[in-house]
């Protein structure tokens, strides 16, 4: 199969507007994702409806495709650019890398890849949680896996419930995932979801991996002991940048 990375980066954001321009260690966050997505794979897009990342990214060396400013989710901004690039250039599936994850690991975008044996449509990442404070987060989504590493279900609550042990001693009996919000969708499967209409549980939970999951698409997941930190305000950057510093010496 071949593999193209595409990057959504919006510069609208109510909690840290051009984000994607923020300059970690003298360059914008944008390029440390492209460059370490560009690290596995040859062929990288960010796709943006802004006129200032497109340059930033062509400034660097990137390549950008432009996209509706009226998308609602990364995966509808993927799904787009995915149709213009599917004119340029000959793809099976596509890797959605956040445009505000400049911590980033190659080795989860390569865990990602080897999901896709025969039959894989939408892939993503799991990481086991060990700290109770995590679990009990609703702004950490945890998935629930089959025998086969298929996700079953995606909640911002604790499942499943661990019956007859206290809350806090619940990671020490059970093993409880965190969801990593990185997926591969292959390409027709990306196009497929984008059209379908938000269900019940993803309205109750505000998580659109469960719109796929209703419909009936499978999401394979790989385990991954890497840690993810998105960037949603300036001071989630500046408390990354002590956390992952080691990355960019």
Known sequence: ?????????????TRFPGKPLALIHGKPMIQWVTERTRSVLEEVWVATDHNG???????????????????????DR???AARILSEKTDFDAVINVQGDEPFIQPEQIRELINCFTPGVEIATLIREITDPTELENPNKPKVVTGINGQALYFSRSVVPYLRGKAPAEWVQHHTYWAHI???????D?????????????????SLEQLRWLENGYRIQTAITRF???GIDT????DKAMQLFKPIFV
């Open 78 to 80: 993927c799904a787009e």
């Open 189 to 205: 499967i990306l196009q497929e979801i984008t059209r379908l209409q938000p269900g019940k549980l993803e309205t109750a939970e």
């Open 53 to 75: 990342i497109a340059q930033t990214v062509e400034a660097f060396g990137g390549k950008f495709v432009m996209t509706s400013s009226e998308h609602r989710s990364g995966t």
């Open 227 to 229: 840690e993810s930190f």
């Open 234 to 237: 300036p001071e989630d950057l």
């Open 181 to 187: 919000g990185m997926y591969g969708y292959r390409k």
């Open 1 to 13: 199969m071949k593999f193209i990375g595409i990057i959504p980066a919006r510069f609208q954001s």
